[in-house]
């Protein structure tokens, strides 16, 4: 069966006139984009006080867009704490686009209940921060602390005091939003180089 040249126009007119590009359902607005990759947010769960942290890679050091610590009193239920974490987190998410967000890795507690309360926190925070398509690393606190201060087993303060230096802040941050920054900051450090202990991807 023959096709003319008038024909042949008409079904390429057909095919590629009025196609769109279909995206993933779950994709980072800025996932494409270099200022998007080169924004990561650092997310320190607990119940009563998750921290966090975006910071944007520049020269001569990382600029610090947001930061601090998404509070909930103790006479609140978990479920309403579990609430806030989550609405606060989407509207960090939505003013500042970040691409790749790292947690901390699980630690071993003695506690069976603190652990019970720890994961549902965690849980909270990584179901909205994928359900906005972000990559999602996680590293273990010793790591971070390493990375940071040069010792595993650092004080919170001393990481904060660092943290503080390192993004050229007034002062240094509260204990949860400064751990969610040195996050951000050991997650750049180790992703921009080669390691047997890369940032494991949740």
């Not at 987190?89 to 603190?114: D, I, M, S, W």
């Amino acid at each position: 069966m023959g096709v003319t040249p008038r024909q042949f126009r008409q079904i390429q007119e057909r095919l590629g006139g009025s196609r769109r590009p279909v995206a993933p359902v779950f994709q980072s607005a800025n996932a494409s984009s270099a200022s998007g990759r080169s924004r990561v947010l650092g997310i320190d769960p607990s119940l009563r006080g998750t921290g966090y942290g975006v910071i944007r890679l520049a020269r001569p050091f990382p600029e610090t867009l947001v930061f601090g610590t998404i509070s909930c009193p103790s006479a609140w239920e978990r479920s309403r704490c579990l609430v806030k974490i989550v609405q606060e987190l989407r509207a960090v998410l939505k003013e500042h686009q970040p691409a790749v967000c790292v947690v901390e890795g699980l630690f071993y507690a003695q506690n069976l209940q603190t652990a019970l309360i720890m994961g549902e926190a965690r849980g909270a925070a990584l179901a909205v921060i994928a359900e906005a398509g972000l990559e999602i690393y996680e590293l273990a606190p010793r790591k971070v602390k390493q990375a940071i201060v040069g010792f595993g087993a650092a004080q919170k303060l001393a990481v904060a005091k660092m943290v503080q230096r390192l993004l050229h802040l007034a002062s240094p941050p509260e204990p949860d939003a400064a751990d969610a920054l040195a996050l951000a900051l050991a997650y750049t450090q180790e992703y921009g180089r080669f390691s047997l202990a890369a940032p494991k991807k949740v």
